[in-house]
């Protein structure tokens, strides 16, 4: 079994910046792909970012493309994403998964990861 952690979210005003950190544990950790979604109250989840575990490669949602950041740590076990110039509209429970199945590539479909976190709340204050 894998457990993901969430931490790092808050309130925050509009331009300014957060940084969410999600540390996977639990048996031998061998990730494929790790990734950020985000829900809104009424909304469905949404993909926000995604990163391959093993070549880096990186991927966003238009709607936070040269705002946002995905990074990780291997060492660590632990995935990043650095949010600036935040809008009122990227307020969400943030979501953190994690597929550790090595087969296809629909990263920003929520149901193809196997594991989540619990969230974190980010308000975002005009």
């Known amino acids: 079994q894998v457990q993901l952690v969430e931490s790092g979210g808050g309130l925050v005003q509009a331009g300014g910046s957060l940084r969410l950190s999600c540390a996977a544990s639990?048996?031998?950790?061998?990730?494929?792909?790790m990734s950020w979604f985000r829900q809104a109250p009424g909304k469905e989840r949404e993909f926000v970012s995604a990163i391959n575990w093993n070549d880096g490669r990186t991927y966003y949602a238009d709607s936070v493309k040269g705002r946002f950041t995905i990074s990780r740590d291997n060492a660590k076990n632990t995935v990043y994403l650095q949010m600036n110039s935040l809008k009122p509209e990227d307020t969400a429970v943030y979501y953190c998964a994690a597929r550790t199945s090595y087969s296809g590539s629909a990263y920003f479909l929520a149901a193809w990861y196997d594991y989540w976190g619990q969230g974190t709340q980010v308000t975002v204050s005009s």
């Open positions: 639990g048996r031998t950790f061998s990730s494929y792909y």
